[in-house]
């Protein structure tokens, strides 16, 4: 099933590029592809970052509720749970858009391997075409790992996590850190461990794309930065999108 409907056809797809759009290279055709999938998945993404903003919004109705109720856990979860659904907010649309998200990321590391450096035609729909295969990106090599691509999917990834609704968000509950009995406020700690994960992720987006793909997958490396580099920069561009468009 996950070769049938998931694999062959996103393989077919970022090969159909190359085949309707004869000339150009792998890493223009990939960059091309992510934009596709990420437009594709724009409504889940939507609904899992405007959830992420409302429950902040409520998250100091919740910090009392989780301060009255401190001994009673199970009611605590229940009123926090009647608080969500009066406030029409959905905490786990978040999950749906990773348990999509997911096979879809595992099947494109396969086709990223699969596409350099030759074509598999045994893979292909009878109306694609095999094209002719440009492993390069503006001239620069895809056959193997790349430094320029590593820095530039680091970068992207800390500006993707450095103006995301959520840090930004979060930074603003910070004017209020203790709520009205005195106890920790819950976004003190969730600004920190934001705060941490901005400088992690480019760190692990880095040493991804230079050391650890590399040695399991050296032919989809640099294919899988410029994923990387474009998905990151297609989700901070919505975010602002959605600030701007969305949010008040």
Do not use: C
């Amino acid at each position: 099933m996950f070769h049938n409907y998931v694999f062959l056809p996103l393989y077919n797809g970022l090969i159909g590029i190359m085949d309707i759009v004869p000339g150009i290279d792998v890493g223009v055709a990939v960059i091309i592809f992510t934009i596709i999938i990420r437009l594709i998945l724009f409504p889940l993404s939507k609904s899992s970052v405007l959830t992420q903003v409302r429950m902040k919004e409520v998250e100091p109705e919740a910090n009392k509720i989780r301060a009255q109720y401190a001994t009673d856990k199970q009611t605590q979860a229940l009123k926090i749970m009647e608080l969500y659904k009066e406030k029409k907010v959905r905490p786990f649309s978040g999950v749906l858009l990773l348990i999509i998200q997911l096979p879809i990321l595992l099947a494109l590391i396969s086709v990223f391997y699969k596409i350099i450096p030759t074509i598999d035609p045994t893979y292909l729909y009878s109306f694609v075409h095999v094209p002719v295969i440009k492993p390069t990106l503006l001239g620069l090599d895809l056959t193997s790992k790349s430094l320029i691509l590593a820095i530039v999917t680091a970068i992207i990834q800390f500006l993707q996590m450095h103006f995301s609704i959520a840090s930004k968000q979060v930074k603003n509950q910070n004017l209020n850190t203790t709520n009205r009995l005195g106890a920790i406020d819950s976004s003190q700690m969730a600004n920190a461990m934001t705060t941490q994960m901005k400088w992690f992720l480019p760190i692990i987006a880095f040493a991804s794309v230079y050391w650890l793909i590399p040695a399991k997958y050296p032919q989809a490396a640099a294919v899988i930065a410029i994923y990387w580099s474009i998905s990151s920069l297609f989700t901070l561009l919505q975010e602002i999108y959605i600030r701007k468009r969305h949010i008040k």
